[in-house]
């Protein structure tokens, strides 16, 4: 296993790093089942191991502390907080009062004294990040995290956090968690070159694109509309693939190798989080660690899928209150004539 820097944090981590949520009732039960796909990863050579505390409600953060028993110090371990644990207005977002009970919660069910890196799972709108910023860089100083970073977050958010910190003294965020594949490319175009100009690390999540780069969701197939989060894929994307698979067919490789193989090859990736639910798709995944896409097929990817682009909206991205709003992006009526 080839090991790549975690941007400028002196972490040395693998290209692909194991995503754990999956483990537990959202998708694998079966503890021992899943902690034996956790040993075979590390065996494998993957040192990254990606959680959160939302992740079937804390399961799979249970699951990943009986596994790292005796082989903790081995392992680059991430965690997240944002999402609602429970009841009550205060057990969610990026506010120092949850940040600081969040952090607790998971260092019991992952049983450790520390988080190598510790996430803001989304953007908070409602919390000014010096507020998050100062509650993170405090975890830090008491060495409950070595580092913190951000998922799915804006390149200007990521852009505001730097400035943010520099002004205050506060920690910096190190890495970001965005979302990333063939047919959903737009991260290329501000995200990535934000990241890399502030020396962040990357760990893209959804490679296979919910599953598309599979090959098993095909245009005009009543499966299509069986994604893992129930939603239909645009056609746009079921364009792509039908034209990535003869491609792929033509390179000696199945579709998903193409797939997470095209993550790691862009240089402002670290590392590409696979996320197996049996150890049958962990070793299919296992199969495809050394293969290399050349020039000439990363140009031919490039025509199908242009870089910067995404194909077809990705609705598993964050989407910003300035989007998501009316409210924000229509005047009240009677400002709206120019005269």
Do not use: C
């Amino acid at each position: 296993m080839k090991y790549r820097a975690l941007g400028l944090t002196g972490i040395q981590v693998s290209p692909f790093a194991l995503g754990t949520m999956m483990f537990g009732a959202l998708g694998n039960p079966d503890h021992d089942d899943s902690i034996r796909i956790i040993h075979r990863a590390l065996d494998a050579g993957i040192n990254f191991v990606d959680t959160a505390d939302v992740y079937s409600n804390g399961e799979s953060e249970q699951i990943v502390g009986k596994a790292l028993k005796g082989r903790r110090d081995d392992v680059v371990l991430t965690s997240k907080f944002h999402y609602p644990m429970g009841e009550g207005p205060n057990r969610s977002g990026n506010s120092r009062r949850w940040i600081m009970i969040a952090v607790e919660d998971s260092l019991r069910r992952l049983q450790t004294d520390h988080l190598d890196l510790y996430l803001a799972h989304r953007p908070d709108p409602a919390v000014d990040i010096e507020e998050t910023l100062s509650a993170l860089s405090d975890l830090v100083h008491s060495g409950k995290v070595r580092a913190i970073g951000t998922s799915t977050f804006p390149a200007a958010d990521l852009v505001q956090a730097q400035w943010t910190a520099e002004r205050h003294g506060f920690e910096r965020f190190r890495v970001e968690q965005p979302p990333y594949s063939i047919v959903n490319r737009s991260i290329e175009r501000e995200l990535l070159p934000v990241a890399q100009r502030y020396g962040m690390g990357t760990m893209v999540w959804s490679p296979l694109a919910q599953g598309l780069l599979t090959g098993r969701f095909r245009k005009g197939r009543e499966a299509v509309a069986t994604g893992r989060h129930g939603t239909q894929f645009p056609e746009q994307k079921l364009d792509v693939v039908e034209k990535l698979i003869p491609l792929a067919d033509e390179a000696g490789l199945s579709l998903s190798h193409l797939a997470t193989a095209f993550t790691i090859a862009h240089p402002g990736v670290t590392s590409a989080i696979i996320g197996p639910r049996t150890m049958e798709h962990l070793e299919d995944t296992l199969r495809g660690l050394e293969i290399v896409l050349d020039d000439d097929l990363l140009d031919r990817i490039d025509q199908i899928a242009p870089p910067g682009t995404d194909a077809g909206p990705n609705l598993v991205s964050y989407t910003p209150p300035a989007i998501a709003e009316a409210g924000q992006r229509r005047r009240p009526a009677a400002e709206r004539s120019a005269a």
